[in-house]
């Protein structure tokens, strides 16, 4: 803390010896303070080292035992990490965890995607400012709702709906799906919009001027132009369907399994488990540390972080690469 | 002829492409919103027990409650001063209601007699240091040494202190350490403006509403009415706070009340319609509820410690993150090189917190478990020596690492916004980094930095798969009292009653559970943009 003479001094207009020379204290506190703040930046670097390194130790206990080796765990079609299989042993296969994640992601894709851009195309090119101030918080209400009422929304509210069409299971995948692409439609509309109000003026006026109508302007020169914020904004909301976790887990069930074929429809409406929910499941299990499932837990948490880390980095990538220069 | 009609064909074609595309985009802005409101819904009518109710029961409480709060917006539509105050106050009180939880969270941690202890020794002297000196110049740092000097007295004295401050009821002790010296404080601010008579009457009344309040009210297991005390003080204030600002610039106070009027035709619906003999609703969400633990029977469950962990909780991660993270915002910000290798590495960091913000939360729980609670160590020396599983520290170190990334972002756009041209001017006139920093940058950005802060610990009340995977117990009875009890979250709870086989607990106990966890999430957010409209205001 600095003295109120110092205080005094900030407020009021310096002579000009101010200028020139400053108290060796006030460097040294300058210095001082400078550290301090870059030890908290250095410290959001020590997290991810901190994350990769738990994840890859982890991951390496678990393969080191002779339980899986990496090419079992990434082939595996069975997923048995805390109950014994016919043949009496555990099985760490990650392909249904990862046929029930892509499930997910796909229906949340077909839910989100088309509505996310709708509604970003609708704030920043069609709506009134008083439509849009109802709209835009109502939107950022939507993304801040914790994702195990989502889950709760799903189970008590989507499924006895869908129940009432389809042959359905208490838990099942669609009604799961359906809540993530609620979920990340906000993410899509205020990315995409961010993109879409970015785009010039001028564009839409020289679209005008030839004679094209709104419809025209709006999906052949404004969408194309704020495209790369666009997929930006959806390889970001995929990437946060895949690390979804309390929604998929309350509503999508706990039994992993290979994808239904060639009953498709089966996929959906039968329970399945995503990588997510298999880690909340080993955790809630309560088996002790050291033990095979527990150890799964770093080598399926190593995955998941791997994919959602890639599409970040794709979506940044895009945002950054393609992006129009006006 | 024919070039005409060919030409208006294709007008009333292309005319209708447009619309339905419009009307296709409208739609699509409405689906977010529709399943809102669908959520909303479902949950408050089994959090309320409508199910149970007669039609008629609820369509005369409905309609009670949409007069009075459709007369108060007709009234308030005609008048912008009104209008003002309607929207004001009601959120004072929202925020009153966030504070006053936070204050009873945080007494039944510290206990009253510890309160009392370091209230007596150090917050009370320093406060009568601060009235008593009237030299600017010297306020200050009077009154950090009287706080820091009377804090060091009673940690040495805090056993004979406590003993001393047990011997005394609770509410008699928050009778003295808060209600007396903040009706002196009423005194003295309100006395100079409005007269010795209306000072009197304020700071007498507050007084005498200490004493009453809680005599007057049944202390309900697990409150004391030292606990009921101490919310009301926070429930009020702010709104206290505004009715003397407005006093104080002559505004009227009529729009004040709108608050209070919806929530009476509520009320007075209710008595209506108990009257009719239909019959009522019966709420799951009631005073119960929120004061019970768990319990085997539906009717008895509550989340009582879940709501106590969940605040504790955030209180623990809001000291330690948001220092940290509005640091690391300030040096990218305001410090970082942005040439040269070292430049390099500051956009490494800026890209690898963008990342950060990506991580599926669950990933942040497998980090929590395998070093925040087991701790690291470099061979024979402990880096850290672990917190152990599901316990208070653990879970407020996770959810604050989790936080920290969005809140980083949010303060540099915050320190972002303040112009260049205010730095460059403190610069001229011969201020430091430091001072410039301190006395320019931070106080323009406060506002934005708090906003994106509180807007974090909204997102952080509802995380619940970090929670399970660094062993937080879905269920505790008795609610935390220090940083090492193992504790519970409200979203915990909820998680463990979505699997209980009762139907009841999935329905009626869960939507209550629930309701309460979005209610304190979008009173948290409702803080967050008054503290955002405020700034907006002022600008």
């Known amino acids: ?326 | 002829m024919a070039t005409v009609d060919r030409l208006t064909f294709t007008n009333g074609l292309s005319k209708l492409k447009g619309a339905a595309f419009r009307l296709v985009c409208l739609g699509a802005t409405a689906v977010g919103v529709l399943a809102l409101a669908a959520l909303l819904l479902t949950v408050t009518w089994g959090a309320l027990g409508f199910d149970a109710a007669h039609p008629v029961w609820i369509l005369v409480v409905l309609t009670a409650t949409g007069l009075s709060t459709g007369g108060v917006v007709t009234y308030a539509r005609r008048d912008e001063t009104v209008k003002l105050a309607a929207i004001s106050s009601t959120a004072a009180l929202i925020g009153g209601a966030v504070l006053g939880v936070f204050a009873v969270v945080f007494q039944l941690i510290v206990t009253p007699s510890v309160w009392a202890a370091y209230a007596g020794g150090a917050l009370l002297p320093a406060l009568v240091t601060a009235l008593v000196i009237p030299n600017r110049r010297y306020r200050l740092p009077a009154t950090a040494a009287v706080l820091v000097g009377g804090g060091v007295v009673a940690t040495v004295a805090l056993d004979t202190l406590t003993e001393l401050a047990g011997a005394a009821d609770p509410w008699l002790l928050y009778l003295l350490t808060i209600v007396v010296p903040l009706a002196v404080l009423v005194w003295t601010r309100v006395e100079p403006t409005a007269g010795r008579r209306r000072a009197g009457l304020l700071a007498g009344g507050l007084v005498l509403a200490g004493v009453a309040v809680p005599l007057l009210t049944p202390a309900p297991d697990p409150l004391t009415p030292g606990l009921v005390l101490v919310f009301g003080l926070a429930l009020f204030s702010p709104l206290g706070v505004l009715a003397w600002r407005r006093f104080r610039n002559g505004q009227s106070n009529v729009g004040l009340a709108a608050p209070l009027v919806i929530v009476g035709g509520a009320v007075v619906g209710v008595v209506i319609a108990n009257a009719t003999g239909f019959a009522a609703a019966d709420p799951w969400l009631d005073w119960q509820f929120l004061t019970s633990p768990h319990s085997r029977l539906p009717e008895d469950a509550g989340l009582y410690p879940a709501v106590v962990g969940s605040f504790f909780i955030m209180m623990v991660m809001a000291a330690f993150a948001f220092p940290v993270s509005v640091g690391a915002a300030i040096y990218l910000e305001e410090y970082a090189p942005s040439t040269g290798w070292r430049g390099r590495i500051v956009q490494l960091i800026q890209v690898n917190i963008a990342n950060l913000a990506g991580v599926p939360s669950v990933v942040y729980g497998l980090l929590g478990l395998a070093i925040i609670a087991r701790g690291v160590s470099l061979g024979p020396f402990a880096l850290w020596p672990g917190t152990g599983t599901g316990v208070v520290t653990t879970a407020a170190f996770t959810l604050g690492l989790l936080i920290m990334p969005i809140t980083i972002i949010s303060a540099q756009e915050a320190i972002r916004a303040v112009p260049d041209a205010h730095r460059r001017a403190s610069y001229a006139m011969g201020a430091s980094d430091w001072h410039t920093l301190r006395n320019v940058v931070l106080p323009e950005a406060l506002p934005g930095i708090l906003t994106g802060t509180i807007l974090s610990l909204g997102r952080a009340i509802g995380e619940t798969a970090p929670l399970i995977m660094i062993g937080a117990a879905t269920t505790v009875y008795s609610p935390p009292t220090s940083l090492n009890d193992s504790v519970s979250a409200m979203p915990m709870q909820i998680y463990a009653w979505a699997g209980e086989f009762i139907a009841d607990f999935r329905t009626g106990v869960l939507s209550a559970g629930v309701l309460t966890l979005l209610l304190a999430m979008l009173a948290i957010n409702a803080v967050a943009i008054l503290v955002r409209n405020r700034y907006e205001r002022n600008q």
Do not use: H
């Open chain 1, 1 to 326: 803390m600095s003295t109120p003479e110092e205080t005094a001094r900030a407020d009021q207009p310096a002579d000009a010896t101010d200028i020139t020379s400053r108290k060796a204290g006030e460097i040294q506190l300058d210095t001082a303070v400078r550290y301090v703040f870059a030890a908290c930046g250095v410290l959001t670097v020590l997290v991810t080292a901190g994350i990769i390194y738990v994840l890859i130790d982890g991951a390496q206990v678990f393969f080191a035992s002779d339980i899986v080796d990496v090419q079992g765990f990434l082939t595996g079609n069975t997923w048995k990490p805390t109950s014994k299989t016919g043949d009496g042993t555990y099985k760490f296969g990650i392909l249904p965890l990862v046929s029930g994640t892509l499930i997910i992601v796909v229906t949340s894709a077909v839910i989100a995607l088309p509505t996310g851009l709708g509604a970003a195309i609708y704030l920043s090119e069609y709506a009134s400012p008083r439509t849009r101030a109802i709209f835009k918080p109502t939107l950022e209400i939507l993304a801040g709702v914790p994702t195990i009422v989502y889950g709760f929304f799903a189970l008590f509210f989507i499924t006895p709906f869908l129940d009432n069409f389809f042959q359905i299971r208490t838990f099942n995948a669609l009604s799961a799906g359906i809540v993530v692409g609620i979920m990340i439609i906000p993410m899509v509309s205020s990315i995409s919009e961010d993109a879409i109000s970015a785009v010039p003026n001028s564009l839409r006026e020289a679209a005008y001027g030839l004679g094209s109508t709104k419809f025209e302007t709006t999906t052949r020169v404004v969408v194309p132009s704020a495209l790369s914020g666009i997929i930006s904004s959806y390889v970001l909301a995929l990437s946060r369907a895949i690390g979804e976790t309390m929604a998929v887990t309350v509503a999508a069930g706990q039994s992993a399994k290979m994808p239904f074929y060639p009953n498709v429809e089966q996929n959906l409406l039968q329970s399945i488990e995503t990588i997510t929910a298999a880690m909340i499941n080993v955790a809630s299990a309560d088996i002790g540390g050291n033990t095979p499932a527990y150890d799964s837990m770093f080598a399926l948490g190593l995955a998941l972080f791997g994919m959602t880390f890639v599409m970040n980095l794709v979506a940044e990538y895009i945002a950054g690469r393609y992006r129009e220069e006006y």
